[in-house]
């Protein structure tokens, strides 16, 4: 908790932090939208609780790496206005690290619902 600010200021603050980051971010809302995509086929399909744990941790880790991205790229523009290789470097880097989680994302979901889809078809 803040020094300056109580707990419940502070989920306000995180709760307006996620609206604006879902309103203005394209990639937030392809990710959002593909993580709810991911949920209703986990209960179509019917995962198990271990499978639920792994699919709403990739899910997540997705989009906190993607708020991340989205806040160091705020601060790096408004720091570093013109274009500057180390301003690039820590902004590309960033975008990198969502790729990644979202590469993640879809090896886990390919693992998670290709079988069950098998099996359905089977």
């Known amino acids: 908790m803040s020094r300056f600010h109580s707990t419940k200021k502070s989920f306000g603050y995180a709760i307006e932090g996620l609206k604006t980051a879902l309103k203005n971010e394209p990639n937030m809302q392809t990710h959002f939208f593909m993580g709810i995509l991911a949920l209703l086929s986990g209960a179509v399909l019917g995962l198990n609780l271990s499978e639920w744990t792994?699919?709403?941790?990739?899910?997540?880790?997705?989009?906190?790496?993607?708020?991340?991205?989205?806040?160091l790229e705020?601060?790096?523009?408004?720091?570093?206005?013109?274009?500057?290789?180390?301003?690039?470097?820590?902004?590309?880097?960033?975008?990198?690290?969502?790729?990644?989680?979202?590469?993640?994302?879809?090896?886990v979901g390919t693992l998670l619902f290709v079988p069950k889809i098998i099996e359905i078809l089977a």
């Open 74 to 107: 705020n601060l790096v523009d408004m720091v570093s206005p013109n274009i500057q290789a180390k301003a690039k470097v820590a902004k590309d880097v960033s975008a990198a690290a969502v790729l990644c989680a979202a590469v993640l994302s879809i090896i």
């Open 54 to 71: 792994l699919l709403f941790f990739v899910i997540f880790f997705v989009i906190i790496l993607e708020l991340f991205n989205t806040g």
